[in-house]
């Protein structure tokens, strides 16, 4: 199924088909503030399975999965914030972040990597907060990525095709730059970027 929304006014009554699907623990496409991204419930078994194998990471990958959420409360929440890392979060988000961080007790073991780690998004991104919002919980997320013969300005048809099977919902929102986060991690009170993408990081 295809949604068409408008990007930055999105009608929350257009996402109820998108909402229902995450709910009986299906993945979506939606947009997000880097590009289109698979998402389903955090507390979805079968939505996180797809989604990594979508994303080929396997449950003993070094990489952390991704949850999308919606307010700095949710980061203390679901991450160890120390005061460091707090004040680089509120000064930052919302925006085209990534924050990687120890999980706590309430991430489901089966989204954490082999360090414990989660990666935690707040978007600046209007449809990413009304599925967070209307989900009432995280959203597991992960960017979809061209292939190599694609172009980068990617549209909705150009995953329907490959996706119809593992994906319900696609929600429209137009032609989209795949454009990366930037991901910075959190350890033992130390920063290091893991990866320098569109948002900058202050001085």
Same mark, same amino acid.
């Given at each position: 199924m295809r949604l068409r929304v408008d990007a930055e006014r999105p009608d929350p009554r257009k996402l %109820? @088909? %998108? *909402?229902e699907a995450l709910r009986r623990g299906e993945v979506v496409i939606y947009p997000t503030d880097t590009g289109y991204a698979f998402g389903c419930a955090m507390s979805s078994r079968k939505g996180v399975a797809?989604?990594?194998?979508?994303k080929q990471i396997d449950e003993k990958h070094w990489k952390p999965l991704t949850m999308l959420v919606d307010s700095i409360n949710e980061f203390g929440r679901y991450g160890v914030? =120390?005061? %460091? %890392?707090?004040?680089?979060?509120?000064r930052l988000l919302p925006g085209p972040y990534t924050i990687v961080l120890q999980a706590t007790s309430d991430? &489901?073991?089966? *989204? $954490?990597? $082999?360090k414990h780690e989660i990666g935690l998004r707040w978007p600046?991104? $209007?449809?990413?907060?009304? *599925?967070?919002?209307g989900l009432?919980? &995280? *959203?597991?997320?992960?960017?979809?990525? @061209?292939f190599e013969d694609e172009p980068e300005l990617m549209e909705i048809d150009d995953y329907m @095709? $490959?996706?119809d099977r593992q994906v319900a919902v696609f929600v429209d929102a137009g032609p989209l730059w795949p454009e990366p986060s930037t991901v910075v991690r959190f350890e =033992?009170?130390?920063m290091d970027v893991l990866r320098q993408g569109q948002g900058e990081l202050p001085a």
């Open positions: %109820a @088909p %998108a *909402l797809t989604c990594r194998k979508l914030l =120390d005061n %460091a %890392a707090f004040r680089l979060v509120r991430v &489901p073991k089966l *989204l $954490r990597n $082999r600046q991104h $209007r449809v990413c907060e009304l *599925l967070v919002q009432g919980e &995280p *959203l597991l997320s992960g960017s979809v990525h @061209p @095709p $490959r996706y =033992d009170g130390n």
